[in-house]
């Protein structure tokens, strides 16, 4: 598996050292730092892991979890 170095300062939210990145399913494009939890968001995929506020190691897997 291959694993990138991604920085984008003013694209990303500030991330948490350490901490997973989730794709964004409210806003196209986007990352963010919490899982999703509401009613309409139906997919929880995590797509790498923070390594400063601003950039992530993207090393993402067809896992994902289904929320009801």
């Known amino acids: ?13 500030d991330l948490t050292i350490g901490a997973p990145v989730h794709i964004s399913e409210a806003t196209a494009g ?18 790498g892991q923070a390594i400063t506020a601003n950039s992530l190691l993207f090393c993402p897997d067809n896992a994902y979890v289904t929320l009801a």
């Open 1 to 13: 598996m291959k694993v990138f170095k991604v920085r984008a300062n003013a694209a990303f939210p």
């Open 30 to 47: 986007s990352v963010q730092v919490a899982a999703l939890t509401g009613t309409t968001d139906w997919v929880v995929r995590i797509i």
